[in-house]
Antibody, heavy 122, light 106 residues
Framework: QLQLQESGPGLVKPSQTLSLTCTVS??????????WSWIRQTAGKGLEWIGH???????KYNPSLKSRVTISLDTSKSQFSLKLSSMTAADTAVYYC??????????????WGQGILVTVSS | DIQMTQSPSSLSASIGDRVTITCRAS??????LNWYQQKPGKAPKLLIY???NLQSGVPSRFSGSGSVTDFTLTINSLQPEDFATYYC????????FGQGTRVEVK
């Protein structure tokens, strides 16, 4: 059974860059038909898709965050990562990684990692 | 941007009740609509994909219907483990989630 686990700092200072890693186990990160996503949840804005990376290495990002986001894949470690620059208090959220399943033209997220709370504060 | 509006934002129900949650898109999204369940402190869990397809392992009391702009999640015979928050999500364009519907104990 595929499992995902987020890791990274729980506290980031304003203006810094957040770096999170998602480790995938129980399946291959190289399999076709999937993509690897980051989603965050705040009390104010709810669930917000950040972006994802395909096994080929190409990306899609939320236009509202695109200028600050980089998502990359490390197939040798079965991991993918998120970098979000210029962090502010508004980026305080629970960050989830998830597998995207694509059966064109439809797609969905399953499963999700347990989530990691990231707080932006000096 | 496509706006996803769920209603109600919360509801109170009893064990055994039939519960209906509605999700409306601001423009046509065909059947590119998924439903998730989230319990406190946990990640969302996929229930329904592509409007009406039950995810493997999800109890058959959950069902989804609709297309174009109007969609419904129905829970037949509500069980204790179903008290949670439910989200719709469209993937027609940039993935977006509804604001959630909290199902509470009456």
């Amino acid at each position: 059974q595929l499992q995902l686990q987020e890791s990274g700092p729980g506290l980031v200072k304003p203006s810094q860059t957040l770096s999170l890693t998602c480790t995938v186990s129980g399946g291959s990160i190289n399999s076709g038909g999937y993509y690897w996503s980051w989603i965050r949840q705040t009390a104010g804005k709810g669930l917000e898709w950040i972006g994802h990376v395909y096994s080929r290495g190409n990306n899609k990002y939320n236009p509202s965050l695109k200028s600050r986001v980089t998502i990359s894949l490390d197939t040798s470690k079965s991991q993918f990562s998120l970098k979000l620059s210029s962090m502010t208090a508004a980026d305080t959220a629970v960050y989830y990684c998830a597998r995207g399943i694509e059966v064109l033209p439809v797609n969905w997220f399953d499963p999700w990692g347990q989530g990691i709370l990231v707080t932006v504060s000096s | 941007d496509i706006q996803m509006t769920q209603s109600p934002s919360s509801l109170s129900a009893s064990i055994g009740d039939r519960v209906t949650i509605t999700c409306r898109a601001s423009q046509s999204i065909s059947d590119y609509l998924n439903w998730y369940q989230q319990k406190p402190g946990k990640a969302p869990k996929l229930l329904i994909y592509s409007a009406s397809n039950l995810q493997s392992g999800v109890p058959s009391r959950f069902s989804g219907s609709g297309s174009v702009t109007d969609f419904t999640l129905t829970i037949n015979s509500l069980q204790p483990e179903d008290f949670a928050t439910y989200y719709c999500q469209q993937t027609y364009t940039t993935p977006q989630f509804g604001q959630g519907t909290r199902v509470e104990v009456k």
